[in-house]
């Protein structure tokens, strides 16, 4: 069992509101972590248990039809945590979850009711926006991160992706197996699941496009040529990537309406073993000589220290026409503009543009991430730090 940074978060957000809902992609962990929270709910008893919470997999028969007649099922368990895996296959049940949740609240049941699990972060949003709206709060559960792995295994982490069987596979050849396997998975049976027809073959190309352009900027033309699609569809398969949270769209920064700004998106592959995985690379040497082994690293820095920064926070990226630039950019609550450069080297300095970009946004703090573990001055304000350092920090922001 590894201890997911988000179990404290899930047990005070529960304590506060009736209905949490856990975002994270399909083998991020969700369920683990979801039975963990309910064998210690609630968590400032005493003794908590297995008995005061109830699991549904709404993939299963078996447990969709306990749920025939929803309402009378839940009131028998009123007094218990029910977690709902897979919330979003059963759409109706929402409108059910709104008359439970008022009608718990007039009888002094006003916290903890449901821990709602999905693997679809824009189809759960839409189902239930509007009738858990005021009762409802998002939270999301990536692939393992940094900051929950040993400082060794940082590397590890790095190659192999932040699912759990990848990670913890017992070689490199297996884990990467895995990978390979889990991508026909997504391909062959996940994505169809949802009610889109998508042909594998062409999703998969689009994909491994993707990764190949890892942290580039979007051109949906130029990905539309290579696939002979025309761009709406390129964008509808792209969105379906995103939704499923194995994608990244950052956004540019408009900060400065005084710049001619890049205006398009940058994309990532989320997970970084999965970037490996559709491109072949299937060991730490052959990491270092493929030539996506910077952005990979950037790619990985990125979804760390976004994953890490406290809720609410805004993140995008900041290009104009004269090269200043900042690959990443966190707006943090309380904290203001933190400018992080992302660099594969373990000596060296910023880049000119990333000290232009400065000039025009004059951030509270300005970072350079690389591979090592001291932190030390590189001028003009400039700080460089490790990933796990900056990861701490950015943590320690948004700790329960």
Known sequence: MIDRLLFPTIQLALSDTPALALLGPRQSGKTTLALQVGKQWPHTAPSASLDNSIYLDLESPSDRQKLIDPVAYLAQHADKLVILDEVQQ???????????????????????????????????????????????????????????????????????????????????????????NRIKTYLERDIPSYGTRIPAETLRRLWTMLAHQQGALLDISHLGRNLMLDAKTVNRYLDMLVDLMLMRRLQPWYGNAGKRLVKSPKVYVRDSGLVHALLGIGSHDALLSHPVVG?????????????????????????SSNGAEVDLLLDIPGQGLWAVEIKRSASGKPRRGFYSACADLAPARRYLVYPGTEAYPVGDGVQAIGLRQLAAALGRLGGP
């Open 90 to 180: 059963m759409p109706a049940l929402f409108q059910v979850l709104r008359g439970v949740i008022d009608q718990g609240r007039r009888q002094g049941q006003g916290t903890g009711r449901f821990l709602l699990l999905g693997s679809a972060s824009g189809e759960l949003l839409r189902q239930s926006s509007e009738s858990l709206a005021g009762r409802v709060v998002y939270l999301e559960l990536p692939p393992l991160q940094a900051m929950e792995v040993g400082a060794d295994q940082q590397d590890a982490l790095w190659l192999r992706g932040g699912f759990a069987p990848s990670f913890l596979a017992p070689s490199v050849p297996k884990s990467l197996s895995w990978r390979q």
């Open 295 to 319: 952005l990979s690293w950037e790619g990985f820095v990125l979804e760390t220290l976004i994953n890490a920064a406290p809720l609410n926070t805004g993140c995008g990226f900041y290009r």
